[in-house]
């Protein structure tokens, strides 16, 4: 079993940054995919970056240009720094990890609001 914890997030006006950060720990197999989710009130969580133990990353059209995703496989951690922030970035950020043969794990969520 992998637990999650996540840190960061907060509130911040429009243009501005913050970081996230997920550990990892528990039972870790490579390869495996560590990432970020978001979920804004009345909308469906969607994906926003996905770090794969081996370097490769996806990310959502609508943040790409303004998130950077970046992991430290020695400390299974993963982080999201997040740049010109806009209100519709507002949402609670889940990080997840998944590897072959187990579920999808969460994190608790973190909150990030933008304001105008």
């Known amino acids: 079993q992998v637990q999650l914890v996540e840190s960061g997030g907060g509130s911040v006006q429009a243009g501005g940054s913050l970081r996230l950060s997920c550990a990892a720990s528990g039972i870790i197999y490579s390869p495996n995919t560590m990432g970020w989710y978001r979920q804004a009130p009345g909308k469906q969580r969607e994906l926003v970056a996905a770090?794969?133990?081996?370097?490769?990353?996806n990310y959502a059209d609508s943040v790409k240009g303004r998130f950077t995703g970046s992991r430290d496989n020695a400390k299974s951690t993963v982080y999201l720094q997040m740049n010109s922030l806009k209100p519709e970035d507002t949402a609670v950020y889940y990080c997840?990890?998944?590897?072959?043969?187990?579920?999808?794990?969460w994190g608790q969520g973190t909150q990030v609001t933008v304001s105008s």
């Open positions: 997840y990890f998944e590897q072959a043969g187990w579920s999808k794990v």
């Open positions: 770090i794969t133990s081996g370097g490769r990353i």
